[in-house]
């Protein structure tokens, strides 16, 4: 009894106790108020644990806070680029049809170039062959664009110095040449057709640079990609001078592509597709040059291509549009471009591709010192 006596008075006392604090207590003022709702979306302490890993505290926004993929500006919003299901004639475009069968078979040079022609010693033999040609390439390495203090004199040091990948894009463009209706003399198609070219050159050498430092699987092929993606503008204003005008300096790709939709009904990837079948070039050939302007349109998810495949479209497109900045925006150091917030239309969905790709370290790349030097060096001499 004397226990449970005990008890209650405790009790009583706890409860005295609680109602005289209570009383005490400060009255409510204007700065007893609920604290205020924090801007912005609420954030989440949150642990992640994962096996073999340590936790760590990180901050995570709702799932409705993540900020809206950048939306496309607005000439692409309103572009379509016609792919060969979509052109005005089902199959091929007889206005295609009929400018493919006008262009002769391409000499015999020109194949070679565009397979498996990459070893340097090949190389020196297939231009000395050629004295046009050797001639082109040792006026181009002793240029005073190289400013070099010996001049060079032998084919094999030349072709060493400019890169393979560059002096495979002479050696195209001079088989090419044999068989294409001459430019005349100092027209705005000659000037035109030389800046493709070298534009062309630049994006191989570009290509192969870049597929090789970003240890993809094969850069012979990314070079040879981007050698022939302006194969179908090339062929195209060779056959119709009125198109020089799409090539002039400052036109930029999205316009030149919007032009030829509207006078032919379909675009050069897809003349350079139709070329590439005619003259048994290979299927993988073909195929990427019709999807060449994909990166231009559409973004990584509707791309066909995914995996090392997609990283190697991404790198030829990417040089593509570099040796254009080069040949028509006049740029003269890689530092100058730039895949970042402030880009050209024309790579827009460019930093996508990389994600999707794995190769976010591609704009790394093209700054790293020897990288920048070498591309640097592609950019003087298609300058000269």
């Known amino acids: 009894m004397t226990t449970l006596t005990t008890i209650l008075l405790a009790i009583a006392g706890a409860c005295v106790l ?31 644990h994962s096996f073999g890993a340590n936790t760590e505290s990180l901050d995570v926004a709702p799932v409705d806070a993540a900020p809206p993929a950048s939306a496309p500006p607005a000439a692409l919003q309103s572009f379509t680029l016609m792919r060969r299901d979509s052109a005005r004639d089902a199959e091929e475009p007889s206005v295609f049809q009929t400018l493919v069968e006008a262009i002769p078979e391409p000499h015999a040079m020109f194949l070679q170039v565009t397979g498996e022609l990459d070893d340097i010693d090949e190389i020196t033999e297939a231009v000395k062959n050629e004295p046009a040609l050797a001639a082109d390439v040792l006026r181009t390495v002793n240029s005073a664009a190289f400013a070099l203090t010996t001049p060079i004199a032998s ?27 001459a430019s005349a003399p100092g027209s705005e198609q000659e000037a035109a057709m030389r800046r493709l070219w ?15 430092n970003l240890n993809l699987e094969n850069p012979s092929v990314a070079s040879t990609q981007a050698l022939l993606a302006n194969l179908g503008d090339i062929n195209l204003l060779s056959l119709q001078p009125e ?3 799409l090539y002039a300096p400052g036109c930029l790709l999205l316009e030149r592509v919007q032009e030829q939709q509207a006078a032919l009904g379909a675009n050069a990837a897809m003349f ?18 019709e999807q060449s302007l994909l990166p231009l349109a559409v973004p990584p998810a509707e791309h066909p291509l995914q995996g090392p495949e997609l990283a190697t479209a991404a790198v030829v497109y990417t040089a ?6 080069a040949l028509f925006q006049g740029l003269k150091d890689v530092a100058g471009f ?9 790579l827009h969905y460019i930093p996508a591709y990389l994600e999707a790709a794995d190769i976010q370290r591609l704009e790394a790349t093209l700054q790293d010192s020897a990288t920048r030097r070498a591309i640097n060096r592609t950019l003087t001499a298609a300058g000269s």
Not at 23 to 44: F, S, T
Not at 198 to 212: M, W
Not at 338 to 346: F, K, M, N, W
């Open 243 to 245: 198109l020089a005008p």
């Open 155 to 181: 084919v094999h040091h030349a072709i060493a110095y400019l890169g393979v990948s560059y002096v495979k894009g002479l050696i195209a463009q001079s088989a090419l040449a044999r068989t294409l209706p």
């Open 272 to 289: 350079a597709a139709l070329l590439a079948r005619r003259w048994g070039l290979p299927a993988n050939i073909e195929a990427a040059l």
């Open 320 to 325: 593509c549009r570099l040796g254009d900045a």
């Open 18 to 48: 609680g109602l005289l604090l209570w009383r005490r207590r400060p009255p409510a003022g204007p700065d007893m108020q609920p604290a205020a709702k924090p801007d912005g979306p609420l954030r989440v302490r949150t642990a992640i």
């Open 338 to 346: 730039s895949l970042g917030e402030v880009r050209p239309v024309e």
């Open 198 to 212: 070298k534009s062309s050159q630049v994006a191989s050498a570009t290509a192969f640079l870049l597929a090789r």
